[in-house]
């Protein structure tokens, strides 16, 4: 796939993307050395480099993902796994944040709980979420997960103001009107939304769900998965 | 956390020092102490070479050598990976893992840069406890023993985990499936389905119905799989046996020219595609599989002379034996020192010249091949009868009729084989001569296993032995043959008890045959029968 002046894009977007993951590797175990070594001088700068790298990652997961899905390249790896390992696997991810941001994170999950989705595409879109959450959080975060009728749902509930009206308006059942214009939010949730939909049993597609009904008093963020 | 990485030996493989460095530091921060590492994919194959890793983690992306893919295809090829093993790809991105799918050379899991040592520490751990709880199934297979291996399976499921259920179901299946039994085999593939439609299991139901010879409807559940998940490359490959098997070439070239737009990383899905595009002369297509195969053998262990001379042949029958002069001379750097790669490039050369108008030096090049293949034993099938064909077109018909004549004989249970023979000598003009030797060689066949199977009968075990080693000497690559030998000696072992070099020569024979691609039902059967026994000998010892 070559364009008029002969650039290979595909292969040069791939090369690029491997470069800047190598970059983000070293710049996390960096963060992550300093935590150990400094969290005490500096907490709040390095809270803020370990978001900012985060988030970086996430941006460049989802575009590789949604291109390839523009492109017909991608389908989802749907298989059974434990809700308990996924739950694990977004805790490692984001670990560091909540250490160094001393948030309280629960997890609720039954822990025979089973599902069937992609277990990767799963667990970063929930880190995504996550490390939007922990902005927003005034010190807890709670995670669960839960069989609810014909779906497996997971929750992201926070204690922080809750989602601003306009979120609330555009973000339910249907993934198409999540509004990209809301900024980085906006994307990641345009991202899970669109993942979501692609884990489909029979006529049951996979949703998300915004509201502010938080046990705790904030957002609430739920992945349906049928 | 279960898993002590103390005791474990880790090899880190990883082009980016700085990256390796920062993945060794989280292991030695785990306890790991026995870590070594390797910058690239050759280096790594020497240490595993030397001794056995319990975990290897191996980057994707080694820059210029083998990426991390072809590097385990070699690793699994050579057996340089224990069963138990745990290989971790790591990739840059989520999608590499699709498109680098390959059947049978699949990484325990893919895990995606950056990752945090707790990350990495989890997915050990995940995979580490997985190994745990089916290695004594793999250990069984790793054997060969499959009738335990389905005891230990079974006993697992009784145990009605929910949690391990289904890739219990899923082993059980395979194993099934390697014991020819397919009812069983589609007994647990619907189980699953019942449940969910997942695609590994209706995958599983379209192989057992490829071997039932059932290829229509093998063919609906392929489909069906790539409605659903069109990045599951494997299905592309099975779908192309599978109209192969029914002589629609065009379909097969078709459904893989899909799979190498998706994914032109796979080496053996470019060279059977250049193969099926070659035989039905689709010249353009086997041109570009060529040179992708060519292309992606220079890290490979499938590199492959073969694909040389096919990318020579086609720039010949298109008229530009300039392009196919310079292939040659690429083939022969490539290949020094190995005759076989020297015939194929003199076939060539012999068109080659005579197409650029130089008859003399062809024919020089000819006599050269004719001397130089009379010195060669056991020639790769495609290639005796493409030097056979060049034989015939040199005017040497005493040559070319002794070298169909032993390919005949000798591939008689290859469908497939001797359909091309009956195409090349069909646009020589001797189909009549060709199907009298076709069925001679069929009578000739029977006669001998006739033969065998009565000395057998008579009580004397050691003349039929004897007489089919004989007739195999005559025909080395005759699976029917080799496979009968190992029929004989299991009977012989059942009734007059085991000895340690009769095993061993049964077992020869299973794997020859296995390695010439001897027929489904036949090999399940006796590998069963040969399982059996071990296991009746492992019970007595």
Request: charged fraction near 25%.
């Amino acid at each position: 796939m070559k364009t008029t002046n002969g650039i290979d894009f595909p292969s040069i977007l791939a090369f690029s993307v491997h470069e800047m993951k190598n970059s983000l590797s070293t710049i996390s175990e960096l963060i992550q050395n300093f935590a150990k070594q400094n969290a005490l001088q500096h907490p709040k700068e390095l809270a803020q480099l370990e978001f900012e790298a985060n988030r970086m990652n996430n941006s460049l997961m989802q575009l590789l993902i949604l291109y390839k899905i523009d492109e017909a390249k991608f389908c989802p790896d749907i298989d059974e796994h434990l809700v308990s390992e996924i739950l694990n696997e977004v805790l490692a991810q984001q670990n560091t944040l909540f250490t160094i941001n001393g948030i309280d994170l629960e997890i609720n999950c039954p822990e025979d709980l089973l599902c069937y989705c992609d277990f990767n595409l799963i667990s970063n879109a929930l880190s995504t979420v996550i490390n939007n959450a922990q902005r927003y959080s005034k010190g807890r975060i709670l995670l669960s997960a839960a069989r609810e009728d014909d779906y497996v749902c997971f929750h992201i509930e926070d204690d922080g103001n809750g989602f601003p009206g306009h979120f609330l308006t555009q973000g339910s059942a249907d993934n198409n009107t999540v509004n990209l214009n809301t900024g980085s939010t906006g994307l990641g949730l345009f991202f899970v939304a669109t993942i979501a939909g692609m884990h489909i049993n029979g006529a049951k597609k996979g949703m998300i769900k915004l509201s502010n009904d938080s046990c705790m008093g904030g957002a609430k963020f739920s992945l349906l998965l049928p | 956390m279960t898993i002590n990485l103390k005791t474990q030996k880790i090899l880190v493989v990883e082009d980016f020092s700085i990256m390796r460095k920062a993945i060794k530091e989280m292991l030695f921060r785990a306890e790991a102490r026995n870590v070594a590492e390797a910058e690239n994919a050759n280096v790594a194959l020497d240490q595993m070479a030397k001794e056995k890793f319990d975990i290897i983690l191996c980057d994707y992306n080694l820059g210029t050598g083998k990426n991390g893919q072809q590097m385990l295809e070699e690793a699994k090829y050579r057996k340089l990976l224990p069963a138990n093993a745990l290989f971790i790809m790591v990739t840059a991105e989520q999608t590499q893992s699709m498109v680098l799918s390959a059947m049978d050379n699949k990484p325990d899991d893919y895990l995606t840069k950056p990752f945090n040592s707790q990350q990495l520490l989890g997915r050990i751990e995940k995979h580490f406890n997985r190994k745990q709880f089916f290695a004594e199934i793999e250990l069984a297979i790793e054997k060969n023993n499959i009738p335990q291996a389905i005891v230990l399976c079974e006993n697992l499921l009784a145990q009605k985990d929910p949690r391990t259920l289904s890739p219990l179901q899923k082993i059980r299946a395979e194993l099934a499936i390697k014991a020819g039994d397919l009812q069983t085999a589609a007994y647990y593939y619907q189980e699953v389905l019942n449940q969910r439609e997942l695609v590994w299991a209706r995958m599983g139901l379209g192989v057992v119905a490829f071997h039932q010879h059932d290829i229509d409807l093998g063919i609906m559940h392929f489909q069906k799989v790539l409605s659903a998940a069109p990045m599951m490359m494997e299905t592309y490959d099975w779908l192309a046996k599978a109209y192969e098997l029914q002589g629609k070439h065009a379909e097969a070239q078709e459904i893989l020219l899909k799979a190498v737009e998706l994914s032109p990383q796979a080496i053996l899905r470019q060279q059977k595609l250049a193969n099926l595009a070659d035989k039905s002369e689709n010249l353009d297509v086997a041109r570009v599989a060529y040179k992708s195969a060519i292309k992606l053998g220079e890290h490979s262990v499938h590199k492959s002379s073969g694909d040389f001379s096919g990318l020579a042949k086609v720039y010949c029958k298109n008229n530009d034996p300039k392009e196919a002069v310079k292939v040659i001379a690429a083939l022969r750097k490539e290949f020094q020192n190995d005759p076989e790669a020297e015939l194929r490039a003199l076939t060539q050369e012999v068109a080659i010249f005579k197409a650029q108008n130089n008859p003399d030096l062809s024919a020089e090049t000819y006599a050269h091949l004719a001397e130089l293949s009379a010195k060669v034993e056991h020639l790769p099938k495609d290639l005796a009868l493409d030097i056979a064909k060049t034989h015939q077109l040199n005017g040497n018909l005493e040559a070319a009729q002794e070298l169909i004549d032993k390919l005949i004989i000798n591939n008689i249970d290859d469908e497939f084989f001797i359909n091309d023979v009956r195409s090349m000598n069909k646009t020589l003009g001797h189909e009549d001569q060709t199907e009298i030797l076709i069925e001679r060689a069929k009578k000739e066949l029977i006669d001998i296993n006739n033969q065998g199977v009565n000395l057998f009968k008579q009580g004397k075990i050691a003349e039929a032995l004897d007489y089919l080693s004989n007739a195999a000497e005559k025909m080395p690559t005759n699976k029917t043959i080799i496979l009968n030998m190992a029929t004989i000696l299991i009977q012989d072992m059942k009734r007059n008890g085991l000895t340690k070099e009769k095993l061993l020569k049964s077992n020869d024979c299973i794997k020859k045959a296995t390695n010439l691609g001897a027929s489904y039902d036949r090999l399940t059967h006796i590998r069963m029968e040969f399982a059996k026994l071990t296991e009746a000998r492992n019970l007595n010892s």
